[in-house]
Each structure stands twice: as structure tokens, then as C-alpha cells.
């Protein structure tokens, strides 16, 4: 086993693989942290003790996100397919999968931010009105600012995460380390496949998170 | 000055303000002090114009304080800096930036020389200049505090609303921040309000307090006389006084001296003169700013009450009979 997972001739189809992994993983993290702060910053605006409290605007807000968070991804996935199209031009492919990952990560970026920025000290938020600061300062020189340590774990968080969905976007032809791992490894029973796939997995895995963390703290 | 006309306030149906009014003069250090819940943060956050009121009027300066009017409520909350219990500084910026930051809020530019020499300047009145390049995290309570005082005085405001700001300090670090606030006080010539529920910081350094209870203000005055010799049951209450533990038999009598009737032997002049026994059940010495303040309570016989009075009218003694 050792001697095939040594094998060099099965890495430029693993690597490749896994190109296609990072080009997903990292657009639809860059769409969703994008499109998924808009939402976060209502949310807690109009939140109950946020700047501009209203019940409605949040009710309405919070209950389209719970829906979205509430698909499977494999059903999302599908039902997107004629969305997908008309955005893209097709279905199935690399580019093709950003769009449910990126959907499927909007509702929980934006849950992510907003939590991260409603644990904003309220004492702080007083203060910045004390001294006249207006909304939009306080939003982007208190909430954002304190909250960018916590909202980039939320971040890190976000990428491990659809590290794990983009291998299911493989099955609409995505490609992808998760893709390989089922075609060559389970339904081909080369077993050195499903072998490496994990392993560069959990390295990814790991090296994101410790990332993550150094930033964390060289931030806060 | 501030004038608090007739300012009421209900939230959830209790009454937080019931009819307040009061006059806060120009460069004075004025104290709002009361049990918690008393309604003196509200108060002081109706000020400028963090918290509404519904009904009655708030003037600084005779500009009334309106949260409809945001352009002008901006206007007058530049006058007045604030700190808080709690310190509220931004974690992720250095005490340079946070002293900076209300410029930042009055698109004032913090980078010229002007700038920079003005937040060192305030940074070295609170005496930091060794930590202006240290986050919130690294300081002690004191210290924070200090940075905010700095913050709250970068816009040059005219007064400095103090939302218990010392309850979270020690004694020792409490005194500091207030021997600061009156430095700022004497050298700025800075109104400042005090909320509090600490005694220490009104003998310390406040001129005039008012006494507010369940949203009603019960007194205002002088602290010596609204402290040595309080009347009214909630301030006694307050002040935890010597009532649950005198003696229940014969007449309790209350004495008080003023400054210069401290050094005189009242007490066994009276008793060689009337020829009679007292007992001295309490007595309390108070430092109410520079002057110091006592009260001392004799248990007596009744027949010797009279007599007593009379002799303490004519030393120009005030007294009470405690019941």
C-alpha cells in the first residue's frame, strides 16, 4: 500500500484535483465574505439594542437566512442548477460549482459576521455616541472595527467548511480533491487515492486554522 | 449651565424620573448620588441626549437638549465628554488612537503637529506618556480610566458627565482619578458631573450634590450639609447612620461641628457645667474637601435634655434629638 500511495504517477491527477478545489473554495469564500457582510450588517443594525432597531426588517431578514441554512447542500445544489445556468452559462464545471457554494455560504457568513459583531461591547458603542459619532462611524469604526479579530475566525471557519461542501459540488462536475477521492478511491477501489486526498485534506485543514489563529492574535 | 426642568421618564411603566429639577452652574464639581436604581444614570445620560426623556426640559447653555434634532443634539454633545464605569475603550486600538479617536468623529485631522502635540498633551495630563503606544489590554482599571478621561477632553468640551466612574477602582486608584477630575476641574475650568453611589467621591471633591431616590430628588446642597445632618429617612438610610445601634432607653442627642467646632471641649465643658454623666455612644469624624465635619451622639436622662440644649444654644452648637 505504502509503495502506491509513493507512487508518483497518481499526483498530477490528485494535484490537479486539488487546484480545483482551492479555485472553489477560494471564490466562493471571497463572494460569500462579500455578498454575506451586507446581511450581517442589517442584521445587527436593525437587531434588538442595534442602532436602528426594527423588528420587521430583522424578522424578515433572519428568517431568509434561517431558510437558505436549512437545505441540505446536496439539494441546493440541484435546485440551483437552472440558476447556476443563467449566471454561468452552464451547469456543471469548476466555475459552475461557485455558485451554490457561494449561496450556501451567504447565510452562514452572514450569521457568522453578525454574531461576531453584536459581541461588540455596548459600553464602547455608547461612547463612540457620546461623542457625536454618527451611525455609519459607528458601524465602521466600532462594530467592524473591534469585530475584524472575531469575524476572521469566522472566516476560517467559513473555508474549512466548504472545503467539506466543494468535494459534494464535485458531483455536479466540479472536480476537486473530494471529487477524485470518490471516483478513483471508492467507486475504483484505489484505495492510495482515498489515502492521499484525506491526507492533503487534513494538511489544508490544519494549515488554514493555525493561519487563522496567528492572525487572530497578531489582530486583536 | 445645565438646567434640568421638570424632567420625567418612564420605562416599561415604572417611572425612572418623577419631575426632576435642578441648575448645574458653571465650573462647579456637582454630584448626583443615590442608591443604584435611583434613576441619577438616566439622568445623566438625558444630558446629552444618550437616553430621551418624556416630558420636561434639559437646557445647556440654553440649548435644549432634543434627540429629534440630530444636528444640533451633535453640536452640544461635542461640548460634553463623558466617562463611564466601565471604561469603554476600543480593545484593538493603542491609547494614542483612542484618545483620537472623537477627532476622528469630527473629521478633525489627527495627523498634523497640531494634532498630534494636542493628544501627547492630554496623554501626559493623565500621565500615560510612558503607555500611549499600549493597548486597553495592558493596562490596569486606573489607567483605562485615565485614557478615557483623556479621550473624553480631546474635543475641548466644556463639561465632563462622570457615569460612576470610579465604582469599578479600588480606593487608592479611586483617589487618584479624582484628585485628577479636580485638576481638570481647577486648571480647565471644566463643569463636571458626578454620578455615583460612593459617599467618598462627594466629600472628595463634589461642591454641590442632589440626592435622588426612586426618581424623585429628595435634596440638594452643599455634601456637609446634606450629609452630616440629613434629615429626610432615605438619605439616613443611605448613609447606613448610627440609628439601629443607640441605646433604646433614655434621650439620644445628636451633636454637630462644623470646621473650627471640632477643636473645642464641648463635651466635657457641658458635663463639669450641668454636673452630670453622658454617654458618647458614637461619634463620627468626616472630610468633606478641606474642611472636616463631625457628628457625636450622647445618651442622656431626660431631665438632663433641657439644660443640655440650653447650654449647647449658647456655645453655638447644632443639635438634634434623635428619636
Same mark, same amino acid.
Request: hydrophobic share 45%.
Given at each position: 500500500?505504502?509503495?502506491?500511495?509513493?507512487? %508518483? =504517477?497518481?499526483?498530477?491527477?490528485?494535484?490537479? =484535483?486539488?487546484?480545483?478545489?482551492?479555485?472553489?473554495?477560494?471564490?466562493? *469564500?471571497?463572494?460569500?465574505?462579500?455578498?454575506?457582510?451586507?446581511?450581517?450588517?442589517?442584521? *445587527?443594525?436593525?437587531? %434588538?439594542?442595534?442602532?436602528?432597531?426594527?423588528?420587521?426588517?430583522?424578522?424578515?431578514?433572519?428568517?431568509?437566512?434561517?431558510?437558505?441554512?436549512?437545505?441540505?447542500?446536496?439539494?441546493? +445544489?440541484?435546485?440551483?442548477?437552472?440558476?447556476?445556468?443563467?449566471?454561468?452559462?452552464?451547469?456543471?464545471?469548476? *466555475? @459552475?460549482?461557485?455558485?451554490?457554494?457561494?449561496?450556501?455560504?451567504? %447565510?452562514?457568513? @452572514?450569521?457568522?459576521?453578525?454574531?461576531?459583531?453584536?459581541?461588540?461591547? %455596548?459600553?464602547?458603542?455608547? @461612547?463612540?455616541?457620546?461623542?457625536?459619532?454618527?451611525?455609519?462611524?459607528?458601524?465602521?469604526?466600532?462594530?467592524?472595527?473591534?469585530?475584524?479579530?472575531?469575524?476572521?475566525?469566522?472566516?476560517? +471557519?467559513?473555508?474549512?467548511?466548504?472545503?467539506?461542501?466543494? =468535494?459534494?459540488?464535485? *458531483?455536479?462536475?466540479?472536480?476537486?480533491?473530494?471529487?477524485?477521492?470518490?471516483?478513483?478511491?471508492?467507486?475504483?477501489?484505489?484505495?492510495?487515492?482515498?489515502?492521499?486526498?484525506?491526507?492533503? +485534506?487534513?494538511?489544508?485543514?490544519? @494549515?488554514?486554522?493555525?493561519?487563522?489563529?496567528?492572525?487572530?492574535?497578531?489582530?486583536? | 449651565? /445645565?438646567?434640568?426642568?421638570?424632567?420625567?421618564?418612564?420605562?416599561?411603566?415604572?417611572?425612572?424620573?418623577?419631575?426632576?429639577?435642578?441648575?448645574?452652574?458653571?465650573?462647579?464639581?456637582?454630584?448626583?448620588?443615590?442608591?443604584?436604581?435611583?434613576?441619577?444614570?438616566?439622568?445623566?445620560?438625558?444630558?446629552?441626549?444618550?437616553?430621551?426623556? $418624556?416630558?420636561?426640559? /434639559?437646557?445647556? $447653555?440654553?440649548?435644549?437638549?432634543?434627540?429629534?434634532?440630530?444636528?444640533?443634539?451633535?453640536?452640544?454633545?461635542?461640548?460634553?465628554?463623558?466617562?463611564? !464605569?466601565?471604561?469603554?475603550?476600543?480593545?484593538?486600538?493603542?491609547?494614542? !488612537?483612542?484618545?483620537?479617536?472623537?477627532?476622528?468623529?469630527?473629521?478633525?485631522?489627527?495627523?498634523?503637529?497640531?494634532?498630534?502635540?494636542?493628544?501627547?498633551?492630554?496623554?501626559?495630563?493623565?500621565?500615560?506618556?510612558?503607555? #500611549?503606544?499600549?493597548?486597553?489590554?495592558?493596562?490596569?482599571?486606573? !489607567?483605562?480610566?485615565?485614557?478615557? /478621561?483623556?479621550?473624553?477632553?480631546?474635543?475641548?468640551?466644556?463639561?465632563?458627565?462622570?457615569?460612576?466612574?470610579?465604582?469599578?477602582?479600588?480606593? &487608592?486608584?479611586?483617589?487618584?482619578?479624582?484628585?485628577?477630575?479636580?485638576?481638570?476641574?481647577?486648571?480647565?475650568?471644566?463643569?463636571?458631573?458626578?454620578?455615583?453611589?460612593?459617599?467618598?467621591?462627594?466629600?472628595?471633591?463634589?461642591?454641590?450634590? #442632589?440626592?435622588?431616590?426612586?426618581?424623585?430628588?429628595?435634596?440638594?446642597?452643599?455634601?456637609?450639609?446634606?450629609?452630616?445632618?440629613?434629615?429626610?429617612?432615605?438619605?439616613?438610610?443611605?448613609?447606613?447612620?448610627?440609628?439601629?445601634?443607640?441605646?433604646?432607653?433614655?434621650?439620644?442627642?445628636?451633636?454637630?461641628?462644623?470646621? &473650627?467646632?471640632?477643636?473645642?471641649?464641648?463635651?466635657?465643658?457641658?458635663?463639669?457645667?450641668?454636673?452630670?454623666?453622658?454617654?458618647?455612644?458614637?461619634?463620627?469624624?468626616?472630610?468633606?474637601?478641606?474642611?472636616?465635619?463631625?457628628?457625636?451622639?450622647?445618651?442622656?436622662?431626660?431631665?438632663?435634655?433641657?439644660? #443640655?440644649?440650653?447650654?449647647?444654644?449658647?456655645?453655638?452648637?447644632?443639635?438634634?434629638?434623635?428619636?
Amino acid at each position: 500500500m505504502l509503495e502506491q500511495i509513493l507512487n %508518483p =504517477a497518481i499526483y498530477p491527477i490528485i494535484m490537479q =484535483a486539488f487546484w480545483k478545489t482551492l479555485v472553489m473554495v477560494f471564490w466562493s *469564500t471571497l463572494f460569500s465574505v462579500i455578498l454575506g457582510f451586507i446581511p450581517a450588517v442589517i442584521l *445587527t443594525l436593525t437587531a %434588538p439594542g442595534g442602532l436602528k432597531p426594527n423588528k420587521i426588517v430583522y424578522g424578515i431578514l433572519s428568517f431568509i437566512v434561517n431558510v437558505f441554512r436549512s437545505f441540505p447542500f446536496i439539494i441546493l +445544489l440541484v435546485i440551483l442548477i437552472p440558476f447556476t445556468r443563467a449566471l454561468v452559462g452552464k451547469s456543471i464545471g469548476t *466555475t @459552475a460549482a461557485i455558485v451554490p457554494l457561494t449561496v450556501s455560504a451567504i %447565510p452562514f457568513i @452572514a450569521r457568522v459576521f453578525e454574531t461576531s459583531l453584536r459581541e461588540t461591547n %455596548p459600553g464602547v458603542i455608547e @461612547a463612540a455616541r457620546s461623542f457625536g459619532a454618527s451611525n455609519f462611524q459607528i458601524l465602521m469604526r466600532v462594530y467592524v472595527k473591534e469585530s475584524i479579530p472575531r469575524m476572521l475566525n469566522g472566516i476560517v +471557519l467559513l473555508i474549512i467548511s466548504l472545503v467539506g461542501y466543494s =468535494a459534494m459540488a464535485g *458531483t455536479v462536475g466540479g472536480g476537486g480533491v473530494g471529487d477524485i477521492a470518490i471516483r478513483y478511491g471508492y467507486q475504483q477501489y484505489k484505495t492510495e487515492y482515498l489515502i492521499v486526498c484525506s491526507l492533503i +485534506l487534513i494538511i489544508f485543514v490544519q @494549515a488554514v486554522q493555525a493561519l487563522g489563529n496567528l492572525m487572530y492574535k497578531k489582530m486583536s | 449651565m /445645565i438646567t434640568i426642568s421638570n424632567v420625567k421618564k418612564t420605562f416599561d411603566r415604572t417611572e425612572v424620573l418623577k419631575n426632576v429639577s435642578m441648575e448645574i452652574e458653571d465650573g462647579e464639581i456637582f454630584g448626583i448620588i443615590g442608591q443604584s436604581g435611583a434613576g441619577k444614570s438616566t439622568l445623566l445620560r438625558c444630558i446629552n441626549g444618550l437616553e430621551t426623556y $418624556d416630558r420636561g426640559e /434639559i437646557r445647556v $447653555d440654553g440649548k435644549l437638549v432634543d434627540v429629534r434634532n440630530k444636528g444640533e443634539l451633535r453640536l452640544l454633545q461635542k461640548r460634553m465628554g463623558m466617562i463611564f !464605569q466601565g471604561f469603554n475603550l476600543l480593545e484593538r486600538l493603542d491609547v494614542y !488612537q483612542n484618545v483620537a479617536l472623537p477627532m476622528k468623529f469630527w473629521g478633525i485631522p489627527t495627523n498634523t503637529a497640531q494634532a498630534k502635540k494636542k493628544i501627547m498633551n492630554l496623554i501626559k495630563l493623565v500621565g500615560l506618556e510612558e503607555k #500611549a503606544h499600549a493597548k486597553p489590554r495592558e493596562l490596569s482599571g486606573g !489607567q483605562k480610566q485615565r485614557v478615557a /478621561i483623556a479621550r473624553a477632553l480631546v474635543l475641548d468640551p466644556e463639561i465632563l458627565l462622570c457615569d460612576e466612574a470610579t465604582s469599578a477602582l479600588d480606593p &487608592e486608584i479611586t483617589k487618584g482619578i479624582l484628585a485628577l477630575l479636580q485638576r481638570i476641574n481647577k486648571e480647565m475650568g471644566i463643569t463636571i458631573v458626578v454620578v455615583t453611589h460612593q459617599m467618598e467621591v462627594v466629600k472628595q471633591i463634589c461642591q454641590r450634590v #442632589a440626592f435622588l431616590s426612586h426618581g424623585q430628588m429628595l435634596a440638594i446642597g452643599k455634601p456637609e450639609q446634606l450629609f452630616v445632618w440629613p434629615k429626610e429617612r432615605e438619605i439616613r438610610d443611605f448613609l447606613r447612620e448610627e440609628s439601629d445601634k443607640l441605646p433604646t432607653t433614655g434621650i439620644n442627642l445628636k451633636l454637630f461641628f462644623f470646621g &473650627e467646632g471640632n477643636q473645642r471641649p464641648i463635651v466635657t465643658q457641658m458635663s463639669q457645667e450641668l454636673q452630670t454623666d453622658f454617654n458618647i455612644c458614637w461619634a463620627k469624624l468626616e472630610d468633606f474637601r478641606e474642611d472636616v465635619y463631625g457628628s457625636l451622639v450622647l445618651n442622656m436622662q431626660e431631665k438632663d435634655l433641657e439644660r #443640655a440644649c440650653a447650654f449647647l444654644d449658647s456655645k453655638g452648637v447644632t443639635w438634634e434629638v434623635i428619636k
